[in-house]
């Protein structure tokens, strides 16, 4: 299976990372909704699973790699991590608390109002420390994957924790 994904990956690694991000964010999405939130199958909401952010975060994993290259390797990660967070983690949130609004039916301004500030600001405290990993460790065809599989994990605990919150635990 490996060696498969593997040879996917040289031969398009643009429409296999897409494919990748998108089946593991519907997965998160769909544990989200059945196994946290218990909406069942009848008011699954499927807009709701549909974003797809693999051919973006490949295509600026690809920038990070070929422009930003400095006579140090420890510089030159953090850079990239500093260039990550700095425009691609609030883009990326903009984008997607927006989009996530307007999928389940409200307003974009009211979710970013509500929310923006401090998820990023959550973002923060995960994300930089999981790029410089990433970035120091991984090669770069397999960076989107990374992201992929940790996105999945965090998704899923927020919602956890959220309904933990929610019922005063």
Avoid at 22 to 40: K, P, S
Avoid at 50 to 56: A, C, E, Q, R, S
Wanted: glycine content about 4%.
């Amino acid at each position: 299976m490996l060696r498969w994904y593997q040879m996917r990956l040289a031969q398009r690694p643009l429409l296999t990372q897409s494919i990748t991000t998108a089946v593991l964010f519907a997965t998160g999405d769909v544990m989200a909704q059945q196994a946290v939130e218990r909406v069942g199958v009848e008011k699954h909401n499927l807009a709701r699973t549909g974003p797809v952010f693999g051919p973006v975060a490949t295509t600026w994993f690809k920038f990070l790699q070929e422009k930003i290259v400095l006579k140090n390797a420890n510089a030159t990660i953090a850079a990239r991590v500093m260039a990550d967070q700095c425009i691609f983690a609030p883009t990326n949130m903009f984008v997607f608390l927006s989009s996530m609004a307007l999928m389940e039916g409200s307003s974009p301004k009211d979710k970013l109002d509500s929310t923006y500030s401090t998820a990023l600001q959550k973002n923060w405290m995960l994300w930089p420390w999981v790029q410089a990993a990433n970035f120091k460790l991984v090669p770069l065809e397999h960076r989107v994957l990374v992201v992929n599989v940790i996105s999945l994990g965090e998704w899923v605990t927020i919602e956890v924790i959220g309904k933990w919150t929610d019922h005063g635990v």
